[in-house]
Nanobody, 121 residues
Framework: QVQLVESGGGLVQAGGSLRLSCAAS????????MGWFRQAPGKEREFVAA???????YYTDSVKGRVTISRDDAENTGYLQMNSLKPEDTAVYYC???????????????WGQGTQVTVSS
């Protein structure tokens, strides 16, 4: 079992930056891939980024060049650095852990409760 807790969300103006954190406890975090997903009001949850246990990273096209996913296995924490934020980035952001760092939410076994990111124009 892995417990995940996100933090770092908030209100930011367009063009600003936020760094989201995902603190993991329980089973060895380093064995898992980590993903970030987001869900805007009235929309389905969508993939944002993922990082494998070996450090390979994947991004959805809409965030490439603006977002960086990383992990610190010594601290059992994952991160999502978001720059040049846009109003359309507004959503609840969730971190997830699973064996495979894919873009499919069904490949992740553990989920955090989410953190709200609001980008004002």
């Amino acid at each position: 079992q892995v417990q995940l807790v996100e933090s770092g969300g908030g209100l930011v103006q367009a063009g600003g930056s936020l760094r989201l954190s995902c603190a993991a406890s329980g089973r060895t975090f380093s064995r898992y891939a980590m993903g970030w997903f987001r869900q805007a009001p009235g929309k389905e949850r969508e993939f944002v980024a993922a990082i494998s246990w070996s450090g390979n990273t994947y991004y959805t096209d809409s965030v490439k060049g603006r977002v960086t996913i990383s992990r610190d296995d010594a601290e059992n924490t994952g991160y999502l650095q978001m720059n040049s934020l846009k109003p359309e980035d507004t959503a609840v952001y969730y971190c997830a852990a699973g064996w495979y760092g894919t873009s499919s939410s069904s490949d992740y076994d553990y989920w955090g409760q989410g953190t709200q990111v609001t980008v004002s124009s």
